[in-house]
């Protein structure tokens, strides 16, 4: 018989609509406890409510405690593999903190819910369903955190929720979900090409996200220079291209000593130095600044807080950003 550890963290998929007032929030009795009979054929769920939080509450430690959980499971040797449900505001940044922090022999995989479990057309179970199917597949095994949600399966380094309300919203710019649950059968068309793994104890860095417009000047970050920052990371313009009223601002900062890792707002694609005019990214990249290739604004700030507690130097974060 296999098992599967099963982690819930809170958010809609453990929430209840409040009948009088159409309100969505949590419930005494999380919802899924009724459900878990559906899945036992064969099969021992090992359930477990380890956090009970909207996912806008979701931090750092708390990704830690989800971590420490499976590392357990994996010393314990008894688990085919893990399922944590999640809400969808923050799933991808917990899903990729976990891809880059556990190395475990089994799946993991990641599920939410767009509507609570009952409300009409409800998405919850069947993610929950889909996500311990996949997390039972041999084929789920080495290819990292894995995001199941609305019957796809995407790679927890890309994932992100790109609709406010539609159960369709995670989604995979650039690349494309790298399997699909189609009723019953898990198959995989891609994997990644690296893995990359870091050992974490604790978040002890303060990183900040900023997201550039047009006709940004340095305000932003002229305020941060006073304030406890550890990194910066910067979803810049087009390929990764900064206005050049920003750049007082960001040299003291540099000379701060302090990481600022250039992505893109762009939703497709990957930030490189491309232009060499003033603020483009040849420039940035004379500055000091560190190119995050292929990465999100906030997939790379979960990367560089988990890489600040490995005691870098700026040329190893460089290239450890660059793969
Ligand atoms: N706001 C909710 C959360 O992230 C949304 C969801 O779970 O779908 O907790």
Redesign the pocket.
């Known amino acids: 018989m296999k098992r599967i550890l099963l982690l819930h963290t ?4 453990s ?1 209840s609509t409040d009948q009088r007032t159409g309100a ?1 929030k949590p419930s005494g009795e999380h919802p899924l406890h009724k459900y878990s009979h559906l899945f036992e054929e064969n099969l021992q769920i090992i359930e477990e409510d380890i956090l009970q ?6 931090t750092p430690a708390d990704m830690l405690t989800i971590q420490k959980r499976l590392e357990r499971a994996e010393q314990d040797g008894q688990i085919d593999g893990a399922v944590i449900t ?6 991808e940044e917990t899903a990729y903190f976990l891809d880059l922090t556990v190395n475990t022999s089994f799946p993991v995989v990641l599920t ?3 509507r609570p479990v009952d409300e009409l057309g409800s998405d919850g179970i069947s993610n929950l369903q889909n996500a311990i199917w996949t997390a039972l597949s041999n084929e789920a095994t080495d290819k990292g955190v894995l995001v199941v949600m609305n019957e796809e399966i995407h790679s927890a380094r890309y994932v992100t929720k790109t609709h406010t309300t539609n159960v369709a919203t995670f989604r995979t710019p650039t690349f494309g979900p790298i399997g699909i649950v189609s009723k019953h059968e898990v198959r995989f068309f891609q994997k990644l090409v690296f893995y990359e793994h870091y050992p974490v104890n604790q978040i002890s860095s303060n990183v900040c996200l900023l997201k550039s417009y047009a006709g940004m000047d340095s305000t932003l970050f002229e305020a941060l220079l006073d304030k406890d920052i550890d990194g910066l990371v910067i979803e810049a313009l087009g390929a990764g291209n900064l206005p050049p009223a920003t750049l007082p601002g960001l040299k003291k900062l540099l000379k701060r000593d302090i990481p600022v890792v250039i992505t893109s707002r762009a939703f497709n694609g990957i930030a490189q130095d491309i232009y060499a005019y003033t603020g483009g990214g040849k420039h940035l990249k004379e500055l000091g600044v560190i190119f995050a290739p292929g990465l999100s604004g906030i997939k790379a700030r979960i990367k560089l807080l988990i890489l600040l507690e490995q005691k870098l130097d700026s040329e190893q974060l460089n290239m450890i950003f660059r793969q």
């Not at 809170?10 to 998929?13: A, K, L, N, R, S």
């Not at 999640?86 to 799933?91: A, Y």
């Open positions: 809170g958010g809609t998929i929430m969505v939080l909207p996912s806008p509450h979701v999640h809400g969808t505001d923050t799933l939410g819910a767009m």
